[in-house]
């Protein structure tokens, strides 16, 4: 038989066999993500039996190792505290919380994240996953990486400064809004008219433009319109920005904060 006679043969064999091993071949795991920088949320911890327990609903803990100090909140205080890194090596330090009591049941949670946290030992990363470990090879703390970015998000302000080197709540019965939209615009309602302003975002940086705004004028809440013209002028001033899950703070290059929201 001529080789030529075999070639449509041999081809369609070697097809089959590359669309055979493409099939079972096992998808690359994604990259891990750093420790430090990244934000994390906690998604179990060690009960005090060694059992796996969920958060109670409607709670949050999270964390952030950043430059050998770690902050976040532990469902009902924040807390900071120092720690030191050898290899996949981790000791964490006591530290300093703030002390607003809460229900027994969120406070025992609380104690029982802080308790785990420095039982830490070692730590593992596997894709979007950080696992603290203690000294008897037991994971006492999982945690999931949250979302840090800005672009497709859309928030409610809570609070913001009011050039008075005072950081002070939104006027009730008024709203302060801002949705950063994925080309690099900024638009909402700063409380009586709407603006927009471009933004660029470079790691944890922020700089934002001068607002253009409507020129509608309120009277109701009373200092709407002040209030209006202090969070403007605040976001102008925007040099970083910290997103912890569904909240967001700007800062100015001082560190001074600029302004708060939730999520919308």
Do not use: H
């Amino acid at each position: 038989m001529k080789i030529t006679a075999l070639l449509p043969t041999i081809i369609v064999s070697l097809t089959v066999l590359s669309a055979a091993l493409t099939a079972c071949a096992t998808p690359s795991a994604a990259p891990a993500l750093p420790l430090e920088g990244t934000y994390w949320r906690l998604d179990s911890y060690a009960g005090s039996q060694g059992e796996s327990q969920s958060l109670l609903p409607s709670t949050s803990i999270d964390a952030i190792f950043n430059a050998g100090s770690v902050s976040g909140s532990d469902s009902c205080n924040q807390y900071s505290a120092g720690y030191q890194l050898d290899g996949d090596k981790i000791s964490i330090q006591p530290g300093i919380t703030t002390l607003m009591a809460c229900p027994e049941p969120i406070m025992d949670q609380a104690q029982g994240y802080m308790a785990a946290l420095a039982s830490a030992s070692r730590y593992k990363i596997t894709g979007d996953t950080l696992e603290i470990i203690d000294q008897a090879g037991k994971t006492v703390l999982t945690y999931k990486a949250g979302e840090t970015g800005l672009a497709g998000t859309s928030w409610v302000a809570t609070s913001y400064n009011n050039g008075k080197e005072a950081v002070v709540s939104v006027l009730q019965g008024s709203e302060i809004t801002a949705e950063f939209g994925e080309d690099g615009t900024l638009s909402g309602s700063a409380g009586c008219n709407g603006y927009t302003a471009s933004y660029t975002v470079e790691g944890d940086t922020l700089q934002i433009g001068p607002p253009a705004s409507t020129r509608k004028m309120c009277s109701e809440p009373e200092g709407v319109m002040e209030q209006e013209a202090s969070y403007l002028a605040a976001i102008q001033a925007a040099a970083t920005y910290e997103r912890r899950g569904d909240t967001l703070t700007l800062r100015d290059a001082n560190g001074s904060t600029l302004a708060k929201f939730v999520q919308n």
